[in-house]
């Protein structure tokens, strides 16, 4: 079945500090990626998506660049922010079928310290 | 426009007790989905509701849960009686009835602790 494997946290990153968590995920046909994160006492927010091979997924400063090749959705920022202390969860949806549920990821906890 | 709300956002009971949790989805949004993560393990997909009928249920644990979704707005999810691997967080998610790529909108959780 489907399965999504995320970089194990917690992540302690300085200010500005470049940010990669990584994400590989095993699924049948071309799925639809997602990363989703969850700030402290509020719900999970979509934070980008992408529905095809070589897309790129980017908001917030964030980015992720869909890997077939490597069946990858790494996420990346270049400059954190205290803001950006979360939790990051990420997800597949498979295409096709009458499944429309998501599949996460574990979760990777990051802090960013000022 | 409201987003998904959830009730209660914490319930600590013993176990063999029983516990209701609800979530109001986005006015329109056809799609209610439940969610839950143990023990700070990954996000597990319960069941998916299409307006009132259960579209799949293939992640419910066992017969000790039971979703509802009557007149097809909010929906319940009753544990009874709740075990000590229940506790986690429940998500409740939904979206518009569509073919195409529609976005899951998550609710911010039900903590459950079953003592």
């Known amino acids: 079945g489907d399965s999504v494997t995320q970089m194990e946290g917690p992540v302690t990153l300085s200010e500005e500090a470049f940010l990669t968590i990584n994400c590989t995920y095993t699924?049948?046909?071309?799925?639809?990626l997602f990363w989703y994160v969850q700030y402290p006492g509020e719900g999970l927010q979509l934070l980008l998506k992408a529905t095809k091979a070589d897309d790129k997924g980017s908001n917030k400063g964030f980015e992720a660049t869909y890997r077939k090749e490597t069946t990858s959705f790494h996420l990346e920022k270049g400059s954190v922010q205290v803001s950006d202390s979360a939790v990051y969860f990420c997800a597949l949806r498979s295409v096709g079928g009458s499944a429309r549920q998501l599949t996460f990821g574990s979760g990777t906890q990051l802090t960013v310290l000022p | 426009e409201a987003g998904v709300t959830q009730f209660p956002s914490h319930s600590v009971i013993e176990k063999g007790q029983t516990v209701t949790l609800r979530c109001d989805p986005i006015s329109g949004h056809d799609n209610l989905y439940w969610y839950r993560r143990v023990m700070g393990k990954e996000i597990k997909f319960l069941l998916h509701f299409v307006k009132e009928s259960k579209q799949d249920e293939s992640g419910m644990p066992n017969n000790r849960f039971l979703a509802e979704r009557t007149g097809g707005t909010y929906s319940t999810l009753k544990v009874q009686p709740a075990e000590l691997e229940d506790s986690g967080v429940y998500f409740c998610?939904?979206?518009?009835?569509?073919?195409?790529?529609?976005?899951?909108?998550f609710g911010p959780g039900t903590r459950l602790t079953v003592l």
């Open positions: 998610a939904s979206s518009q009835l569509g073919t195409g790529e529609n976005t899951q909108y």
């Open positions: 699924a049948t046909g071309y799925p639809s």
